[in-house]
């Protein structure tokens, strides 16, 4: 007998296979108005959120790389593009035009071009520019510009940093020190006044309609060790003089004077002149300059802080002048003796 034939097999036959039994998608349940108030205000808020610029920059990113790794003959608008259908008559089938080898194959570009994105302003081909220059300053400096550059000990470039901090603090002690020697050197010699700077401090000469020079003696009359200062002030004034003239000279027309003209009128209109000299030596080299200015910043440091302790007696680091030469209470000549 059967399996078939076996008494209740006909009633396991009307029974549905539940392994093989299939459901109906339900109908979409209708939204309400309370669900499409919530979503609607879900999604304003995820509007309202202000993206940073790392974000922004990292779903660029993404969807840059999604778009070159999708190729445009899997979008489904494809099959309906005339200039697809174009192509294909043109012998286009998908893997790239050029020459086909004997296989059928074609050996074209495959591949999109990479790109390069460019993050800065420069122009197109700036790049190669700032390399043919590098590779010019290299030549002329006798560098292969493919040599690799040497590595940099750590300690030489600690060493060298600290000697630069140090030099740029010395520079500015040995400015202090000029000023502070001109300064007393010119009390010593008993011209007791300030450079004239300004039409309004002018003498009285001046201030009566007088054209006298402004007196400047030689620079190469000045003591080297502060004659450096001096020389950049003069050049600085000078400067300064002829800038300001020319400015007059153009912001003001020509005026009227007469030679017997008063002072006191001339003031009034204005026609007062400032005649400014500078020293006679100006643009003359100066060798002993330069050579003074050639050693190192401590040495002259030094020898500025010699010469105010032996014609002042005066101490830069203590800050004040002693009554004798014993200069007794003075640890010694250096910044270290005085920590």
Same mark, same amino acid.
């Given at each position: 007998?059967?399996?078939?034939?076996?008494?209740?097999?006909?009633?396991?036959?009307?029974?549905?296979?539940?392994?093989?039994?299939?459901?109906?998608?339900?109908?979409?349940?209708?939204?309400?108005?309370?669900?499409?108030?919530?979503?609607?205000?879900?999604?304003?808020?995820?509007?309202?959120?202000?993206?940073?610029?790392?974000?922004?920059?990292?779903?660029?990113?993404?969807?840059?790389?999604?778009?070159?790794?999708?190729?445009?003959?899997?979008?489904?608008?494809?099959?309906?593009?005339?200039?697809?259908?174009?192509?294909?008559?043109?012998?286009?089938?998908?893997?790239?035009?050029?020459?086909?080898?004997? *296989?059928?194959?074609?050996?074209?570009?495959?591949?999109?071009? @990479?790109?390069?994105?460019?993050?800065?302003?420069?122009?197109?081909?700036?790049?190669?520019?700032?390399?043919?220059?590098?590779?010019?300053?290299?030549?002329?400096?006798?560098?292969?510009?493919?040599?690799?550059?040497?590595?940099?000990?750590?300690?030489?470039?600690?060493?060298?940093?600290?000697?630069?901090?140090?030099?740029?603090?010395?520079?500015?002690?040995?400015?202090?020190?000029?000023?502070?020697?001109?300064?007393?050197?010119?009390?010593?010699?008993?011209?007791?006044?300030?450079?004239?700077?300004?039409?309004?401090?002018?003498?009285?000469?001046?201030?009566?309609?007088?054209?006298?020079?402004?007196?400047?003696?030689?620079?190469?009359?000045? *003591?080297?060790?502060?004659?450096?200062?001096?020389? @950049?002030?003069?050049?600085?004034?000078?400067?300064?003089?002829?800038?300001?003239?020319?400015?007059?000279?153009?912001?003001?027309?020509?005026?009227?004077?007469?030679?017997?003209?008063?002072?006191?009128?001339?003031?009034?209109?204005? *026609?007062?002149?400032?005649?400014?000299?500078?020293?006679?030596?100006?643009?003359?080299?100066?060798?002993?300059?330069?050579?003074?200015?050639?050693?190192?910043?401590?040495?002259?440091?030094?020898?500025?802080?010699?010469?105010?302790?032996?014609? @002042?007696?005066?101490?830069?680091?203590?800050?004040?002048?002693?009554?004798?030469?014993?200069?007794?209470?003075?640890?010694?000549?250096?910044?270290?003796? @005085?920590?």
């Amino acid at each position: 007998m059967s399996a078939t034939n076996q008494p209740g097999s006909e009633a396991q036959d009307d029974e549905d296979d539940y392994m093989n039994m299939t459901f109906e998608d339900p109908q979409p349940a209708k939204e309400t108005s309370l669900q499409r108030t919530q979503r609607l205000k879900k999604e304003s808020r995820a509007r309202g959120v202000i993206k940073s610029k790392a974000q922004l920059a990292e779903e660029e990113t993404a969807a840059r790389e999604k778009a070159l790794a999708t190729s445009m003959l899997d979008d489904p608008r494809a099959k309906k593009s005339k200039g697809l259908a174009m192509m294909a008559k043109m012998g286009f089938t998908g893997g790239g035009l050029g020459k086909k080898t004997e *296989n059928g194959k074609s050996q074209g570009r495959t591949e999109p071009i @990479h790109l390069s994105m460019k993050d800065d302003r420069g122009g197109i081909g700036m790049d190669s520019e700032k390399k043919r220059r590098f590779r010019e300053a290299a030549a002329e400096q006798g560098i292969e510009p493919d040599a690799k550059t040497p590595k940099l000990d750590p300690d030489e470039y600690r060493e060298r940093v600290r000697k630069e901090r140090e030099d740029t603090k010395l520079e500015k002690q040995f400015f202090a020190a000029q000023r502070l020697a001109e300064r007393m050197d010119d009390e010593q010699a008993g011209k007791g006044g300030a450079k004239v700077d300004s039409d309004d401090s002018a003498s009285e000469d001046e201030k009566k309609g007088s054209k006298a020079p402004i007196s400047s003696k030689p620079l190469k009359s000045v *003591n080297i060790l502060y004659r450096g200062l001096v020389r @950049h002030r003069e050049e600085k004034e000078r400067d300064r003089r002829m800038r300001y003239d020319l400015e007059q000279s153009l912001s003001r027309l020509p005026t009227y004077e007469e030679e017997d003209d008063d002072p006191d009128y001339k003031t009034a209109l204005g *026609n007062r002149k400032t005649v400014y000299t500078a020293a006679e030596d100006l643009d003359e080299e100066d060798p002993e300059l330069d050579e003074f200015n050639a050693l190192d910043v401590r040495e002259r440091l030094e020898r500025l802080l010699k010469h105010l302790r032996e014609q @002042h007696l005066y101490c830069f680091w203590c800050k004040m002048a002693y009554p004798d030469t014993e200069m007794d209470g003075c640890p010694g000549l250096s910044e270290e003796d @005085h920590d």
